[in-house]
């Protein structure tokens, strides 16, 4: 699933059982393809996806574990709490949608339920409805995503989160 900083979910690929990797699934899927051919939805955009997956020109990994770089140190804190985005998503949609802690269906069925589960998260998003923001500080004390100040770094106005 890819989601957007309103948390709506721009991407949802089902396509495959869940003992796959993500990295397999991205790398396979119509999103990769249509990336990888030079689509962005905006000028410099990018995804940014975890350490599963491989560095390319539109998907941000962290740099490397446990950087002794500084920039690099700053980097990762913004990618965590800028990527925290789909994690947290992923616990409305469940908080939302109980059903989908224990989905026990035949596949195709199961498919259908989480798209149809992120269709209507995604009408509500853009309905206005209020979403219950899920407790996720990440320990360092500051859990407001808009106060990260990074020098080094361009950051585009829009970004896209995946994982």
């Known amino acids: 699933m890819v989601c957007g900083p309103d948390r709506s979910f721009y991407a949802v690929n089902v396509n495959w059982p ?6 397999r699934v991205l790398r396979n899927s119509r999103l990769a393809e249509t990336f990888n051919a030079g689509y962005r939805p905006f000028p410099s955009a990018v995804i940014l996806g ?10 941000i990994t962290p740099c490397r574990t446990n950087p002794d ?22 616990g409305i949609l469940k908080e939302k949608f109980p059903c989908l802690n224990y989905l026990r269906m ?8 989480v798209i149809a589960c992120c269709i209507l998260h ?15 500080n990440d320990g360092e004390g ?7 100040q990074i020098e080094e770094i361009e950051r585009p106005n829009q970004n896209a989160y995946a994982k």
Do not use: C, M
């Open 18 to 23: 869940g003992s796959v990797h993500d990295a």
């Open 50 to 59: 975890d350490s599963a997956y491989s560095l390319s020109e539109w998907l």
């Open 69 to 90: 770089n500084a920039v690099e140190q700053r980097f990762n804190r913004a990618h965590k709490r800028t990527r925290r985005i789909v994690e947290n998503s992923f």
């Open 106 to 113: 035949q596949p195709t069925v199961a498919e259908q339920i």
């Open 122 to 136: 995604n009408l509500e998003v853009r309905r206005g409805t209020p979403i219950r923001e899920l407790d996720n």
């Open 142 to 148: 500051n859990d407001n995503i808009e106060d990260i």
